[in-house]
């Protein structure tokens, strides 16, 4: 039972526009989501987090959404450039315990 | 260097085969965190440590898996007669608090 869902495994975006990434999860038991940057070959990499009582939160080029009545929180990437290429994962956590989606690869063309 | 090591980085076993794989935690990181990664997959939950004591170990698959943290730093996460099914990317992660944050590069076993 998928907790955590990426429905597009894949996204290509043109250097310098946005880039959006999508989760779904169904737990409403989640307090905490996440989001991670993982390179062939390496250990995931934590980007930016969001608790469950805000609604988004900034850093940089990145931003996360998070709406709870719909159960789904999006990553923005903005502008977006070649070294964003990377595979990314949303994770939520409950107790110890931190639930993964499958990924969406994103290729940000030149 | 200052990040979460994992050793080995490939591991091939044969079916039966025992395994252990070592994870070396960034230093004074109170949390150590195991997931499994099959192929195509997120990371799933396996075990989590504060120091040494194992406070969650729900998701270890079998009872084929075991893991330790003897002195709240190095881990090892060991699997005992090796199925196919276990071939995956074995991730380790360390945090200061209660957070998944530093993960290593990960172990790939392969069970043939």
């Known amino acids: 039972d998928q907790q955590v869902k990426q429905n597009s495994p894949s996204l290509s975006v043109q250097e310098g526009r946005i880039s959006i990434l999508n989760c779904d999860y169904t737990?409403?038991?989640?307090?905490?989501f996440l989001w991670y940057k993982k390179y062939p070959a390496e250990g995931p990499t934590f980007l930016i987090s969001i608790s469950s009582i805000k609604d988004k939160n900034e850093d940089g080029r990145f931003t996360v959404f998070l709406n709870k009545s719909a159960k789904h929180l999006s990553l923005h990437i903005v502008p977006s450039q070649p070294g964003d290429s990377a595979v990314y994962f949303c994770?939520?956590?409950?107790?110890?315990?931190?639930?993964f989606g499958t990924g969406t690869s994103l290729t940000v063309i030149p | 260097g200052a990040g979460v090591s994992q050793s080995p980085r490939y591991k091939v076993a044969k079916r039966g085969q025992d395994v252990a794989l070592r994870c070396d935690p960034i230093?004074?990181?109170?949390?150590l965190f195991w997931y499994q990664q099959a192929l195509g997959q997120g990371p799933e939950f396996l075990t989590y440590?504060?120091?040494?004591?194992?406070?969650?170990k729900s998701g270890l698959p079998s009872d084929r898996f075991f893991a330790e943290r003897p002195e709240g730093s190095v881990s090892t996460l060991k699997i005992q007669r090796t199925q196919q099914e276990d071939s995956a990317v074995y991730l380790c992660a360390s945090s200061p608090g209660r957070q998944l944050e530093f993960f290593g590069p990960g172990t790939r076993l392969t069970v043939l």
């Open positions: 994770a939520a956590e409950t107790g110890n315990q931190f639930y």
């Open positions: 440590f504060q120091n040494e004591a194992q406070l969650d």
């Open positions: 737990n409403s038991m989640f307090d905490y």
């Open positions: 230093s004074g990181h109170v949390s």
